[in-house]
């Protein structure tokens, strides 16, 4: 007698994952700046990626994954290291979760200053915060957000509105840390999407009532590491590793 099995695929959480290892950053996509794949200290493994930001204007790097057409729901983290002497300045950018267009993966990008339409794009970074040094460097872990119903700035333009970790979170300098966030879209139509972060497995803040977009034609599909340096008097160094994006929440957000 025969007995016949039907199997079912099985769908990884896991969206996308890099420790750096292989040495190179072909999983990556616009690459931008000075990075190096070093093996001097890694959180895991034997090798990291390191940023280096130069003195300037809008000077760092930046490498991006898309993973289009993307997903309603995402979880994400990476480690982190920023050197013992970082001093961004005032302001700067870290890592950002774009929502693109599905038709459309930059749409999200070069979007500075601009209120997002619900059907054109969003986008949720997650970062330190200076507070125009108010805050030990390198600052305050908060979300750095553009969406619809966003707060217009005082200078009359769109900058991303600051959700900050209450109680302050201050992010250290010169030993790893683990950050990472979570994304639900609203349903179109709704107000019902929300976003959560972490360090080190410490809830910084859960924002609910978000509404991302009016369409589906926007999802949640890159992910990118920056250093980003609005206005930097030195050289600034920091090193990721261990990055996945999943599906699923991590332990730590359940």
């Known amino acids: 007698m ?27 996509g616009d690459n931008r700046g000075t990075i190096e794949i070093v093996t001097d200290a890694p959180y895991e493994g034997k090798s990291c ?5 130069e003195v300037g204007t809008g000077e760092g790097a930046h490498i991006v994954k898309w993973f289009m057409p993307g997903y309603d729901e995402i979880a994400v983290k990476w480690a982190v290291k920023f050197a013992p002497d970082f001093d961004q300045g005032n302001h700067m950018h870290l890592c950002a979760v774009g929502g693109n267009r ?8 070069g979007q ?15 970062e330190p915060w200076s507070d125009w ?31 900050k970790s209450d109680p302050p979170i201050i992010v ?17 139509g709704a107000s019902d999407g929300e976003q959560a972060f972490w360090l080190d497995g410490v809830k910084g803040g859960h924002w609910k009532g978000i509404r991302f977009r009016s369409s589906d034609v926007l999802r949640l599909n890159s992910l990118s590491l920056d250093l980003y340096l ?13 990055v996945v994006v999943s599906l699923e929440k991590f332990t730590w957000m359940k």
């Open 2 to 28: 025969f007995v016949f099995v039907l199997m079912t695929a099985f769908q990884s959480p896991e969206v996308f994952s890099d420790g750096f290892e292989s040495g190179k950053l072909d999983a990556w």
């Open 133 to 163: 040094g108010r805050n030990p460097k390198p600052g305050q872990l908060m979300f750095y957000s553009y969406w619809p119903d966003m707060v217009k700035s005082p200078d009359g333009m769109y900058w991303g509105n600051n959700l």
């Open 112 to 126: 500075a200053g601009k209120k997002p339409t619900g059907t054109d794009f969003f986008v949720t970074n997650l």
């Open 102 to 109: 599905t038709d459309n993966k930059w749409s999200s990008m």
């Open 49 to 53: 990626v390191k940023f280096t930001g």
């Open 230 to 242: 609005h206005d930097s008097k030195k050289v600034n160094v920091a090193w990721f590793d261990d």
């Open 172 to 188: 250290p300098r010169g030993k790893w840390v683990v950050m990472s966030m979570w994304i639900k879209l609203n349903t179109p």
